[in-house]
């Protein structure tokens, strides 16, 4: 049975920084190209960032480059999501999923088999 479980969100200040991590079970995580998203309330679940199996490969929406660093520990079967610089506009509920598949960015909630619960952050002004 594949689980995927986020943590690490929480409320920080406008300007401050969270690291979110997954953790995948039950399936081969290095065999799975793993991405963020995020939904804030009224809004369609979008992509925040993904990575490749091998890590050599990583796409972000624009409204984050130069802020959130994605990266992976495959020994650890873990995903990171580095967020810094946060902003108010940044609040939502993440999620890390998992596909057995690549297909270009990996941007589109369709390309992923498996996905967890999510974690909140809350980025106040």
């Known amino acids: 049975q594949v689980q995927v479980v986020e943590s690490g969100g929480g409320l920080v200040q406008a300007g401050g920084s969270l690291r979110l991590s997954c953790t995948a079970s039950?399936?081969?995580?290095?065999?799975?190209?793993m991405g963020w998203f995020r939904q804030a309330p009224g809004k369609e679940r979008e992509g925040v960032a993904s990575?490749?199996?091998?890590?050599?490969?990583?796409y972000y929406t624009d409204s984050v480059k130069g802020r959130f660093t994605i990266s992976r520990d495959n020994a650890k079967n873990t995903l990171y999501l580095q967020m810094n610089s946060l902003k108010s506009e940044d609040t939502a509920m993440y999620y890390c999923?998992?596909?057995?598949?690549?297909?270009?960015?990996?941007?589109?909630?369709?390309?992923?088999?498996?996905w967890g619960q999510g974690t909140q952050v809350t980025v106040s002004s």
């Open positions: 999923a998992a596909a057995s598949s690549y297909r270009t960015t990996m941007m589109v909630p369709d390309d992923y088999n498996y």
């Open positions: 039950g399936l081969t995580f290095r065999h799975y190209a």
């Open positions: 990575i490749s199996w091998s890590t050599s490969i990583t």
